[in-house]
């Protein structure tokens, strides 16, 4: 059985080297809720499907959520773990197994927190949105996600991570004429039409938006393009695909609109193929003001989409926080330093300490 009540770090190893990658959870949710239901009290512990969720009802005057998946990407001949150079390896190391340790060790070893504490460890993560367990949860269980603040162990390097940005692609395109290269003068090229968006792209000057001390910056960016027919015709049709990183304060609505000004006036259609509203970090809030307070003021803003936005559209502020580097989730040689893992640990038991 997994050992909650010992180090994290031995924990953390035992988590990554059970494989788990997306809708091959059913191993892991087992052992997390034999673990839970062997070696805390006073949580009430339910299963949905391969999610397992525990919270207490001490009447304590805040209730904080911490939420963790429990799913991996495809390993990458990066299993069981190992250890080298302070490091832990392994698949799920960094995102977000260590994260999910933290949280484990704390519900077994806490033995009068200050908050209420529900613990949310889900399935799917990372793969389709329509996938994904906190959805799940949400539609058929909504109220265990009712809470104060939510702390979403992503990977941060330490540093809480609050709120997350908006996401928006669209496709641009571009219709005209097709002709013989030959006689290119007959035509009328749509991929040079592309041009003039190229153009506006490369002058963009992107906003940084200060929220509750957090510096969000955007970014508008082309991502692909699309077109030709043949190397001896002149095309008749051309599209780039572009990407809006949005600062949360814009609405999905407001971040389109924004991208109709950028290409106003040039002859091409605008097309929203997928987008997701980002979350404000909520850090002037008690419960999150507190949080602040015990990491010693290491914030920063959320660069990238993540499920805090799920929690924000909840209306309860949340932020990411977890002792992996994001920078190494997902590559073969996934790691986590095992001192971020005790440092994450002490932070959050200051916290939930009170």
């Known amino acids: 059985m997994l050992d909650l009540r010992g180090d994290p770090v031995e ?7 059970i494989p788990s990658e997306s809708g091959d959870e059913a191993r ?16 009430d512990i339910v299963r949905s499907g391969n999610a397992v969720l525990a919270r207490t009802r001490l009447r304590r005057p805040s209730r904080v959520l911490l939420a963790g998946h429990l799913d991996t990407v495809p390993a990458a001949g990066n299993l069981p773990s190992r250890r080298e150079n302070g490091d832990l390896y392994g698949c799920g190391a960094a995102d977000m197994k260590s994260g999910d340790a933290v949280f484990l060790h704390l519900a077994a070893t806490l033995a009068e927190p200050a908050h209420d504490l529900t613990l949310v460890f889900y399935d799917c993560e990372e793969i389709e949105a329509a996938s994904n367990g906190l959805g799940r949860i949400e539609r058929e269980l909504p109220d265990w996600l009712s809470a104060d603040v939510a702390i979403l162990g992503e990977p941060t390097a330490g540093y809480i991570e ?7 692609r669209v496709v641009i395109s571009a219709t005209g004429t097709r002709a013989h290269s030959a006689r290119s003068w007959l035509g009328d090229n749509a991929i040079h039409k592309l041009g003039a968006v190229l153009d506006r792209l490369a002058g963009y000057t992107a906003r940084t938006v200060d929220i509750d001390g957090c510096a969000y910056r955007e970014g508008l960016s082309a991502v692909r393009i699309d077109g030709g027919v043949a190397g001896n015709v002149i095309p008749d049709s051309a599209s780039v695909t572009v990407n809006f990183r949005f600062a949360p304060d814009r609405s999905v ?7 109709h000004d950028v290409f106003d006036g040039l002859d091409v ?3 929203q193929t997928d987008a997701a509203a980002g979350a404000l970090p909520g850090l002037t809030r008690p419960a999150a003001k507190a949080l602040v307070e015990a990491a010693g003021g290491r914030v920063r803003a959320k660069y990238g989409w993540t499920d805090v936005a799920r929690f924000a559209a909840l209306g309860i502020p949340a932020v990411n926080f977890g002792p992996g580097d994001p920078n190494l989730a997902h590559r073969r040689d996934e790691r ?9 640990v002490e932070m959050l038991r200051r916290y939930l300490s009170g």
């Open 269 to 271: 259609a605008i097309e």
């Open 162 to 168: 609050a709120g997350c940005q908006g996401t928006l």
């Open 253 to 259: 609505a407001a971040a389109l609109r924004h991208v």
């Open 11 to 17: 924990l953390t190893a035992a988590l990554v080297d």
């Open 28 to 43: 892991i949710a087992d052992e997390v809720e034999a673990a839970l239901r062997a070696q805390t009290s006073g949580f």
């Open 336 to 344: 986590v330093p095992v001192a971020n893992i005790t440092a994450a």
